[in-house]
């Protein structure tokens, strides 16, 4: 049977969809070193090769999602409804969007990192981190059993809890937004007005690319429920 799923598996759209989270996985590994780079105070050379890296790999996924859309356009059977898998692509495709949108703004200015920011910071990228591990969990290692079952039984279930652990993470990355949101507003005086708009907008768009990981998991909620 597994030799029959795996078959399935790479003659259909979740080949690509596979692909697609290869390249999102490379793209939020680079979120730390985004900060890295502003901590060390490195030129703005390497934030814009960074920033261009995730630009490059952020067009692949774009081109992995046409790919997507001619497959699933040719493709007689799928297990879930084609109007589901849609949705679980674009909710992923943003993830990388966002991540976009947060690096280009690392190039606007120079900025200050203050201390007190630095903790909160490192508790979210590592929430952002984990919940794309269990996505990544998700559809490289439960679709395959998933599929063997109809999206049913305790297989189901197993992929449900990992789905309420994205909740949670997801959750703490709001709660951690609106407390380093706070600081910034706390020391506005020693900040430069621009870089108070500058750290909202960035905090706003790590808790984005949360939230559109969030809602991927969602997507696979709303399948298996």
């Known amino acids: 049977m597994s030799s029959i799923i795996g078959l399935l598996i790479s003659q259909s759209p979740f080949s690509c969809l596979e692909e697609m989270m290869k390249e999102i996985n490379f793209v939020v590994s680079k979120i730390p070193k985004l900060f890295t780079l502003l901590e060390s105070n490195e030129s703005d050379d390497d934030l814009e090769k960074l920033f261009n890296l995730i630009s490059d790999n952020e067009r692949k996924?774009?081109?992995?999602?046409?790919?997507?859309r001619k497959a699933i356009s040719k493709v007689i059977f799928l297990p879930i409804s084609k109007r589901d898998f849609i949705d679980i692509v674009l909710s992923l495709d943003e993830i990388p969007d966002s991540t976009k949108s947060l690096a280009s703004l690392f190039l606007l200015r120079k900025l200050n990192y203050p201390e007190t920011f630095k903790d909160n910071i490192?508790?979210?990228?590592?929430?952002?981190?984990?919940?794309?591990t269990l996505l990544s969990d998700i559809i490289f290692n439960e679709i395959p059993n998933l599929m063997s079952t109809s999206f049913k039984g305790p297989d189901a279930m197993a992929v449900i809890e990992m789905i309420d652990d994205i909740s949670v993470y997801a959750y703490d990355v709001e709660?951690?937004?609106?407390?380093?949101?706070?600081?910034?507003?706390?020391?506005?005086?020693?900040?430069?007005?621009s870089e108070v708009l500058l750290w909202t907008r960035i905090l706003r768009k790590l808790e984005a690319i949360a939230h559109y990981q969030e809602k991927t998991g969602n997507v696979f909620r709303r399948i298996l429920e």
């Open 175 to 193: 709660n951690l937004v609106h407390d380093t949101l706070k600081d910034v507003f706390i020391y506005e005086n020693t900040f430069h007005s």
């Open 61 to 68: 996924i774009d081109n992995i999602k046409k790919n997507i």
């Open 122 to 132: 490192e508790k979210i990228i590592k929430s952002i981190q984990n919940i794309n």
